[in-house]
């Protein structure tokens, strides 16, 4: 094997290089050689053209993610402790407690591999969260996919959950929320998204740093192969077509239980003190973790490959570099402390190896068998990577698409059309119980979990003796968002909000994960920036921070982009998980209200989708001021004990929110549609900032002050439970539905489409 | 009394089960897979999770660890020792309790509420049951499937040794809906539902599960 | 490098969840004239130094106690190469 | 009764997650002479009528799709009896 090193690239300036291969633009490769003075070597290539992918490099994104940054750092109750820039924000939740969360894509690798990326998936951002210094405690996955009924999401959905369960559930991590979402848009190219939460004390804080010149640069987890090597680069700045399956080499494979050891070893080194900085090895593995710790500390790091264990002897340098295998980390650690470090490595099976050192050199330099193969300025690999302003434009189209608004579609009218559209509705793929899915998933593992799927949030105990708990929801809606990005991103942030309102949570935090189709295209990147501003807007009115994310472009087809899919999770805290919220009704005779404003808003709706498979016109109106005070209504109900149930109302609008809380523990209903308001629109519309709430009568008085105070409309709109007999949810002049009758629409659809074939 | 918890590469279910434990009213005693020492405990738990990944076979390679030295031979000479899940998986793999378990029918993981009714209370760890007794916890996982040979299946109900069954619908085609049974004697006892993780109503479904760790310390006796 | 390859298949009074989904996925690709399918493992051991019959006796040994459980499996075992 | 045999093997390149598990532990029960361990799987299928190479076609094809996962996994077949 020939190596290209630094003096044979000075000495060679003619020597041509693959470039354009590794997706790198010519003006790129030619600043490369300007930083350098010289061609970089080969492996200097690589890590450049890896770490200047779009998928490292933000380049498209990042002038208009500055706007994120451009809000308070500062949540309801404290400061960040952390921003955006570190690997994952970290939110003060009192106590002495902080939280880090972040959710990130891992959609081509889903498709390619989907048992294997989903599992990898998460993987890396579980990775993530420990790099802060936090255990992990809890994960969750929002997930997209084509059509219900096409035979490639038949393929790819089984493989992804098997993937998700497989990997969390071996991890021992409770799985307590996510989406599952079915559109054509989505077909050959599903998103799945991944998130993960962790706890620390506040002392516990770590960051990504090399300080401390002549500290030793530890490499430890599982041994480098071939995995996914170029996967980032490749599988993340390219769109399919039929040539998919030819990239299946590049895809990574997941071992959940060396991870586990990883983790245990990881908080077993922060425990004892043993490590001054720490960085997770996610895309771009080694180019990835030594520029970006190099660059952030004294910026000098001196490495030699030749240590690093490798699982395939015959991997070249810029192979090991760009290697993705999984399950590795790599710190920096005092030479004082180096036997220790290898001492814990050991008790939990960990292979260690030092691989380099910090140095004052101002440069990251890289050796293998005893030549120089890299000697680069860090910054300009990890930070300084190209930045693009994109053209973007407003589709040509977004005007008629608005146009087209519902108005024209037929409505049901009569009892009986009624109640058959809202059986259809709940069986309908998008609106129909998730449970054969979130059954796959282990949601009691480590005994914390207080709220899990199919409730409006997951809820998570941070400390068993005083109680205090988090809650996260994650949303997104994507035809929303084709409608209008500015106010669809708004939406999703709205409904993600409202969920953690409804258990009773304190909203503190928001994370999001970027879906879109290719910067290269003006109406994408116009969705994407629309997007951006309006999430950053929204944040502003709701007063909470962003506290990290992940990009996801070029989610397309050959012919056509994803719809545009910013999911958004929000953080919030209950200093007193006891008081959690749940979403059913239990108490026969309790009060039901509806809280907020119902309007005739069927454009981007479940119903135009389901029964006329139609999008067009305007995406509900979005009321910030409205969303903060159901928020602080919900959050005071739980804290006061006014509210038994609680439940948002968002897709399928009321009807599906009064079968969800019904059905949660077999308890009936009778509503009413107030006088002036239409059925349909009363039990199908999606307007915001709503929600169902179920009121002991002792508390009425209580909780309509509750609600008049802050001048926000409420309505009762029925009672919990039902003449004796069999349950049914019964809206009265017009329908009632046995809840046997309900829960079988409900809960046949997934097994039916997704569950194993029986055997003969 | 004390208890230990035996925490292998990749359990998970430890921690749930150290604080099931104290909660019932014993001293938690965390023991390690490398430690060839029981610590001198009075009983142990051997917990839920996927030891070394569940790789192989579930159970199979925990089954070779240092501390189940100690752990067989003390078992057969009356130490109680509970396994839940993986570690029910351990005690067939190690012939402390007969049969296997073997991948679920539907061959996907599975994480319910389940029902089950308590058969035999003449064990360590049932006790403080009443026979009959239906109680609900939690069941996770993807290879709970018992199966064991006629003789043995018919051997272990001639002798009341079916500790627990599965009501409501056989989860994952489990022989006989078993769900857990005991050695000859009593003191060993396995089953793939998790009673540790049903112990409190704010982070379980009901407490149900309390009474097997309340058997063993005898804190309460059946009403 | 020498190679000893253990086979390990379900006894066949033992059910094989994964086996019958396989067969019943045969089924629905046409293959109505498959009988039976069994799924086992199949592992590939390599070592170095020469197979003496102590060698290939201790891979036996581990055969019986660690890749299968005779409970429900049962062994064979063949030196390759 | 005629059988066709898949042997299902991860690809080299490819991280072999419970190879590696066995690998530990038959090094902790003293094997350690062994250097490396494949886990894969085994499938056994029976089929009535008699073997035509349409048939063996047939389930070479199946099991390029079905049994192996080409993107991980490679396989081998072969008929016994
Ligand atoms: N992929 C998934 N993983 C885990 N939980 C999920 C997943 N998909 C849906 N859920 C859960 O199912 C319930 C219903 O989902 P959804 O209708 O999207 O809730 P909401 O509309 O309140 O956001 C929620 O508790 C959600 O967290
Ligand atoms: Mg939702």
């Not at chain 2, 490398?34 to 199979?60: I, K």
């Not at chain 2, 660890?65 to 396994?83: D, K």
């Not at chain 3, 046409?30 to 019959?53: A, C, H, M, N, Y």
């Amino acid at each position: 094997m020939t190596v290209d090193t630094v003096k044979h690239a000075a000495e060679t300036p003619e020597h041509p290089q693959p470039w354009a291969e590794l997706g790198l633009r010519g003006e790129e490769y030619a600043r490369i050689r300007e930083i350098l003075g010289r061609r970089p070597t080969s492996s200097e290539l690589a890590m450049y053209s890896v770490m200047w992918s779009e998928h490292c490099s933000y380049k498209s994104s990042k002038i208009h993610l500055r706007r994120f940054g451009e809000l308070a750092q500062q949540t309801p109750v404290g400061k960040l402790l952390a921003g955006m820039g570190e690997n994952a924000g970290v939110v003060d939740v009192g106590q002495g407690y902080a939280v880090t969360f972040k959710v990130e894509s891992h959609n081509h690798p889903s498709y390619v591999e989907p048992h294997q990326g989903a599992a990898t998936g998460v993987g890396g951002i579980v990775r993530d969260i420990l790099a802060m210094g936090a255990r992990p405690v809890a994960v969750m996955d929002s997930l997209r996919f084509g059509p219900a009924a096409a035979p490639d999401t038949a393929r790819v959905l089984p493989a992804v959950v098997a993937g998700i369960g497989g990997y969390g559930n071996c991890l021992g991590l409770p799985n307590i929320g996510g989406e599952v979402v079915f559109d054509p848009a989505y077909a050959g190219n599903p998103l799945v998204n991944a998130l993960c939460v962790g706890v620390m004390r506040h002392e516990d804080l770590h960051l990504a740093h090399a300080s401390g010149v002549g500290n030793l640069v530890v490499l430890y987890g599982a041994r480098t192969g071939g995995d996914g090597i170029g996967g980032v680069s490749v599988l993340a700045s390219e769109t399919f077509g039929d040539e998919g399956p030819s990239k299946r080499p590049s895809v990574q494979v997941g071992d959940p239980f060396t991870e586990k050891l990883l983790i245990e070893c990881t908080l077993a080194l922060f425990a004892e003190g043993l490590v001054v900085g720490i960085q997770d090895l996610g895309g771009a593995g080694l180019s990835c973790a030594t520029s970006e710790l190099a660059s952030a500390g004294e910026g000098g790091m001196h490495v030699v490959l030749d240590h690093v264990p490798l699982r395939d002897p015959t991997l070249a340098p810029e192979e090991i570099l760009m290697s993705e295998s999984q399950e590795r980390m790599m710190a920096v650690v005092p030479p004082t402390a180096i036997d220790r470090v290898l001492e814990i490595c050991a008790r939990w099976d960990v292979d260690a190896s030092v691989v380099g050192e910090v140095t004052d050199s101002g440069r990251l330099t890289i050796e293998w068998r005893g030549e120089t193969v890299v000697d680069v300025p860090p910054r300009t690999v990890a930070h300084e990577g190209p930045v693009y302003e994109r053209p973007y434009a407003r589709p040509s189209w977004q005007d008629d698409l608005q146009a087209a608004g519902p108005s024209s579609l037929a409505r049901p009218a009569r009892a009986d059309e009624l109640r058959a559209t809202l059986l259809r509705m709940i069986a309908s793929p998008n609106l129909c119980s998730r449970a054969w899915v979130t059954d796959q998933y282990d949601r009691y593992v480590l005994g914390n979990t207080v709220l899990a799927q199919p409730e409006d949030s997951g809820v998570i105990r941070v400390d068993e003796q005083t109680a205090l708990g988090v809650a996260l929801a994650t949303d997104a809606n994507g035809r929303y968002a084709k409608l209008d990005p500015y106010v669809g991103a708004q939406l999703a942030l709205a409904e993600a909000h409202r969920n953690v309102a409804a258990v009773g949570a304190l909203p503190l935090a928001v994370t999001n994960c970027l879906n879109f189709g290719s910067p290269e295209n003006p109406d994408v990147m116009w969705q994407f920036a629309e997007a951006v501003r309006g999430l950053a807007d929204g944040c502003r009115a709701l007063g909470l921070p962003v506290t990290g994310g992940n990009v996801s472009l070029y989610n397309q087809t050959a012919t056509s982009a994803v719809l545009p899919t910013p999911v958004v999770g929000v953080l919030g805290v209950l200093d007193d998980v006891t008081r959690r919220t749940p979403s059913g009704f239990r108490t026969p005779g309790q009060t039901i209200y509806l809280l907020g404003t119902t309007r005739d808003e069927f454009g981007g709706s479940e119903w135009a989708h389901v029964e006329h498979d139609h999008l067009g016109g305007r995406p509900p109106a979005v009321d910030l001021d409205a969303e903060r005070a159901l928020a602080e209504i919900l959050v005071r109900g739980s804290r006061d004990r006014l509210v038994e149930a609680a439940h948002d109302v968002s897709d399928g609008g009321l009807a599906q929110a009064l079968v969800e809380s019904c059905l949660r523990y077999g308890v009936g209903a009778r509503v009413t549609a107030p006088v002036g308001i239409d059925p349909f629109v009363f039990l199908f519309t999606e307007s915001a900032a709503r929600a169902v709430v179920a009121v002991p009568r002792s508390a009425e008085v209580r909780f309509t002050d509750l609600c008049s105070a802050r001048g926000y409309p409420y309505q009762e709109i029925g009672v919990v439970g039902d003449a004796a007999g069999t349950p049914v949810l019964e809206v009265r002049e017009q329908f009632s539905v046995p809840l046997a009758e309900l829960r079988e629409a409900f809960e046949s659809t997934l097994p039916a489409l997704f569950a194993p074939a029986a055997a003969p | 009394m004390r208890i230990g918890v035996v925490t292998f590469p990749g359990s998970l279910d430890d921690g749930d089960a150290a604080r099931a434990v104290r909660l019932a009213g014993g001293e938690m005693v965390s023991l390690w897979h490398g430690d060839a020492d029981l610590r001198g405990v009075d009983a142990v738990v051997l917990p839920g999770g996927f030891s070394y990944g569940d790789y192989l076979r579930c159970g199979a390679i925990a089954r070779f660890a240092p501390v189940m030295q100690p752990l067989v031979e003390a078992a057969r000479s009356g130490l109680p020792v509970l396994g839940i899940c993986n570690g029910f998986q351990i005690l067939c793999e190690s012939h402390l309790l007969p049969g296997a378990l073997i991948r679920n029918d539907h061959r996907t993981f599975l994480c319910r509420d389940q029902r089950l009714r308590v058969d035999s209370v003449a064990t360590a760890w049932t006790s403080a049951y009443e026979t009959g007794a239906e109680i609900v916890v939690p069941l996770k996982n993807g290879e709970g499937g018992y199966v064991a040979d006629e003789r043995t299946l018919d051997e272990l109900e001639g002798e009341g040794r079916v500790v627990v069954r599965y009501l409501g619908g056989n989860p994952n085609g489990s022989h006989r809906e078993i769900a857990g049974i005991t050695n000859a004697r009593g003191n060993v006892v396995g089953l793939m539902p998790h009673p540790e993780h049903a112990v409190d109503t704010l982070t379980g479904p009901t407490t149900d599960g309390l009474g097997m760790f309340e058997s063993v310390l005898g804190s309460r006796v059946a009403p | 490098m020498p190679r000893v390859v253990v086979d390990v298949m379900p006894k066949t009074e033992i059910l094989d969840p994964q086996g019958k989904a396989v067969h019943g996925a045969l089924h629905r690709l046409g293959f109505d004239r498959v009988v039976s399918v069994r799924q086992g493992k199949r592992f590939e051991i390599e070592l170095e130094g020469d197979l003496t019959p102590e060698v290939v006796a201790g891979i036996e040994r581990a055969a019986g106690s660690l890749l299968a459980n005779p409970v429900i499996e049962e062994f064979t075992i063949h030196v390759e190469g």
